[in-house]
């Protein structure tokens, strides 16, 4: 079979280019918006953890230790990232995040990690 | 083919080492959740070689012994869902559609990303999981690119 793409293929390729990037600048501006104030760890589908920022020290580790591993949190300038995790493709080590709303998703511990942003921390850090 | 049989044994093992293999692979972009999907290759050669059948048969079989080798049960229900979303897709658009192979590994791979995105949000119970996908699906472009192409060329060297 030739390998070269066909008029198809490059409709395809251009079509999932535009999706993505206008769910992404969708997001940006309507779904990151403002600053985050707090972060949530979910486990399992509920939450396990809440912080505010302002009551925690500029940088902090956090470990969540849970029934399926460990994951390592760091949280530093109101950035929050994964620096280790006991899974094994480790994907959500690395990056970090810093707006409300944004997520880390660890599938194989069952963690995620939101961000919050001022109105909702309020709520839940009673 | 009188040894069929042996030949898509040898495919699952084949298979199995991808799946493993890549995960030793460090994606080089800041990016979550960042796979090739190695494993494709098998199933879109299984495919065109053998047929639907034999394509599902096998991803399914990779899916659970290579989350069991390599992962735990956590990671088969994803490896699972993700293969099959991704075969069915192949075998629809190989059979329906005028994408090349190249085409066909693009698709599969935003599909297996999508039904990833689909298990994570049902299981974790959180809806912001999808804002993953779109990052995913400009992921999906060069490593599904990279297994069709790969695919065609295995599939031209059978011949």
């Known amino acids: 079979m030739a390998l070269r793409v066909n008029k198809h293929d490059i409709i395809l390729i251009v079509f999932t280019v535009i999706i993505a990037v206008l769910f992404m600048v969708l997001f940006n501006l309507y779904l990151y918006k403002g600053v985050a104030t707090g972060v949530e760890i979910h486990y399992d589908g509920k939450l396990l953890e809440s912080y505010s920022f302002d009551k925690l020290p500029k940088e902090k580790t956090l470990e969540i230790n849970t029934d399926i591993g460990y994951n390592i949190i760091n949280i530093c300038n109101n950035k929050v990232s994964v620096t280790n995790s006991s899974c094994n493709d480790k994907v959500c080590n690395g990056f970090y995040i810093s707006k409300p709303n944004q997520v880390i998703v660890c599938l194989p511990n069952k963690l995620v990690i939101k961000l919050v942003g001022a109105s909702e921390v309020d709520s839940i850090s009673y | ?159």
């Open chain 2, 1 to 159: 083919m009188k040894n069929k049989n042996v030949v898509l044994g040898f495919m699952v093992a084949v298979a199995i080492v991808l799946q493993v293999l890549e995960s030793f692979i460090p994606v080089p972009l800041p990016i979550p959740g960042g796979k090739i999907g190695l494993a494709n290759i098998v199933a879109l050669i299984v495919l065109i070689k053998f047929g639907a059948k034999e394509a599902v048969v096998v991803t399914l079989i990779r899916a659970i012994l290579g989350s069991l080798l390599h992962g735990g049960f956590v990671t088969m229900i994803y490896s699972v869902a993700g293969g099959m979303f991704s075969v069915v897709t192949a075998i629809l658009l190989y059979r329906h559609s005028k994408y090349t192979i190249i085409g066909i590994g693009v698709m599969s791979a935003l599909m297996h990303n999508l039904a990833q995105v689909i298990v994570a949000i049902i299981l974790l119970n959180n809806i912001y999981i999808v804002t993953y996908y779109p990052i995913l699906m400009l992921v999906s472009l060069p490593c599904g690119a990279l297994t069709g192409y790969v695919s065609g060329l295995v599939l031209n060297k059978l011949k």
